[in-house]
């Protein structure tokens, strides 16, 4: 079972490369055919790569030192019970910065609920999920810093509540 799951991992990764590697034989000899619209084509993705490279650089140092300095042990220590705004910034940026497919992280998340996790840090943590770090780059060049900054900040903040409401419902269930 483990070796079909490795299988079907590289099938995938190589994918991506296959995919790129047909667009670039594709472009080639329609950039000789029409060098006109080639050159256009050509320059509007230097201009759109150049404005996205400071966002791609940022996004990549932070999801690069949330990974280096952040393990389990730490999430679990400071999403307990007595957490406080250390648990909400923690589980907004876990969820922000979070990656692949969210039934990956189903275990994880079981397995800190029973260490004591709070179900509102889980429920924020699942709503931030929906902001990605790695789109960024994209939202800002068609809407700008300032669109993509509230907009992300808002649904950040928005986690809080969304997370107190729904632990209060499922409590208000389990009594029942």
């Not at 770090?133 to 993509?148: D, E, K």
């Amino acid at each position: 079972m483990e070796t079909l799951k490795k299988t079907n991992l590289k099938k995938k990764n190589n994918f991506k490369w296959y995919f790129l590697i047909i667009i670039i034989l594709l472009f080639f000899p329609l950039y000789f055919i029409f060098p006109d619209k080639g050159a256009l084509v050509l320059n509007s993705f230097l201009k759109l790569s150049l404005q996205i490279l400071p966002a791609f650089l940022i996004v990549y140092i932070i999801m690069l030192l949330m990974n280096y300095f952040i393990d389990n042990k730490t999430l679990k220590k400071l999403m307990g019970e007595k957490a406080g705004l250390k648990g909400w910034l923690i589980s907004i940026l876990a969820g922000i910065i979070s990656a692949g497919p969210i039934y990956v992280w189903y275990p994880l998340m079981k397995d800190l609920q029973n260490q004591g996790v709070k179900n509102r840090f889980l429920i924020s943590f699942l709503y931030n999920r929906g902001i990605k770090l790695q789109w960024a780059p994209v939202l800002i060049s068609y809407f700008g810093w300032m669109y993509s900054l509230i907009l992300l900040l808002t649904m950040a903040l928005v986690s809080i509540p969304q997370g107190i409401i729904t632990e209060k419902l499922i409590d208000y269930k389990i009594s029942k």
